[in-house]
């Protein structure tokens, strides 16, 4: 008798869910998690293990729960980054972004709560709502994948929201969100009920504009999200954080769970951040090689949205799934995200974009035969 999970006494709104991931595949040009590329420069190396060999002295000792030492850098390069002043006490770090969200839907969701994104988004927002047990809704977008403000306006009024997510630039669209469309977001949400807005920013450096940090001044109920996964190329590391009113910080400190970032992955993003500047560099590259994917693509006659992340959605494909194989069939794995029509590609190295670049060539040939 095969027993699985719809035989355990799982919650009902999980029944029937998969669990996310993108599919890894031994091919010679991976294109499809939106990593980094670049291997981290080997200084960087030699400095995360002199600091991991530091705390590997005193791992008998729980690490600081309230990583204070990382949160000063964390908070020093938001300031220097961004022009816009932030302090250790606007600043909470957790293992990735994901855990970030969930210890915030922890917070200021879960049963009977609700919280609204604007899809096609980042999918994990849903999904980790229905982890917390909070309500997830499902927000309008035009047909651009900008975020319809008025339908927007209309259906955070009519739901009364407990936490709105804006996720900017957005996954997997690549689209930034304008600071006046977030402000207006905020202020229907108050209006509505006193809500929490969760801006994600996960990958605002490979943005063309600014990140919306500034728009904390005097918003207490703004949070902005960010990760050390893309722009450091620090995925394996899971390191996420945000930014926000103090009294926020202290809220989320409520459902954390104790010394939930270890000693080791302390002295290894504090380490990464000791070379921020080495690693902006690496940032800079991918922009050039993700503004020459756009250019290409649309030379070729493909529909491109406009992108502000490291990744490019194209399209527009009749089956995207047919077209996602004939991809891989010439070696490059890219990302068939659900969207009707379209594929998202991570920009990669040079040579990795050169490789999709003729896959994609080759395929019009073919169609043009």
């Known amino acids: 008798m095969n027993f699985g999970i719809d035989d355990l006494p799982v919650r009902d709104e999980l029944r029937g869910k998969s669990p996310y991931g993108a599919p890894q595949l031994d091919v010679p040009v991976r294109l499809n998690t939106n990593e980094n590329p670049y291997p981290l420069p080997e200084p960087l190396v030699e400095r995360i293990a002199e600091r991991v060999r530091e705390a590997a002295r005193n791992l008998n000792r729980y690490p600081d729960r309230d990583a204070v030492e990382l949160r000063t850098q964390l908070a020093k390069y938001l300031t220097d980054t961004s022009g816009y002043a932030v302090g250790p006490a606007n600043v909470w770090a957790a293992n990735g972004s994901n855990e970030v969200i969930q210890q915030l839907l922890q917070t200021f969701g879960g049963p009977g709560r609700t919280a609204i994104g604007f899809e096609p988004s980042y999918s994990m927002h849903g999904l980790i709502a229905r982890g917390t047990g909070t309500g997830w809704i499902s927000g309008p977008r035009n047909e651009d994948f900008t ?34 469309t977030v402000l207006a977001l905020y202020e229907a949400a108050q209006a509505a009920k006193p809500s929490m807005v969760i801006v994600d920013e996960a990958y605002v450096e490979f943005s063309h504009g600014d990140s919306l940090l500034p728009l904390l001044q005097g918003r207490p109920n703004l949070v902005v999200s960010r990760t050390m996964s893309k722009a450091f190329g620090a995925a394996g590391l899971r390191l996420g954080y945000l930014a926000a009113h103090p009294a926020v910080v202290d809220a989320v400190q409520l459902v954390r769970l104790p010394y939930h970032l270890s000693a080791v992955t302390q002295a290894t ?47 527009r494909f009749e089956d995207s799934h047919v077209t996602w194989q004939k991809i891989l069939d010439r070696g490059v794995l890219v990302r068939d995200n659900g969207v009707p029509g379209w594929l998202r590609v991570t920009a990669g190295t040079p040579q990795e974009n050169d490789a999709f670049l003729d896959a994609v060539r080759e395929l019009k040939k073919e169609q043009s035969a």
């Not at 693509?297 to 399209?315: H, I, K, M, P, R």
């Open 147 to 180: 975020i319809d403000l008025a339908a927007a306006g209309r259906a955070i009024a009519g739901h009364r929201p407990d936490v709105v997510f804006v996720t900017t630039p957005n996954n997997p669209t690549g689209t930034a969100v304008p600071a006046e």
């Open 269 to 315: 993003a504090l380490a990464a951040l000791e070379h921020t500047d080495t690693l902006l560099k690496y940032v800079e590259q991918l922009k050039k090689e993700r503004d020459r994917l756009v250019t290409e693509l649309l030379a070729l006659g493909y529909e491109v949205t406009a992108s502000d992340a490291n990744f490019v959605q194209f399209g």
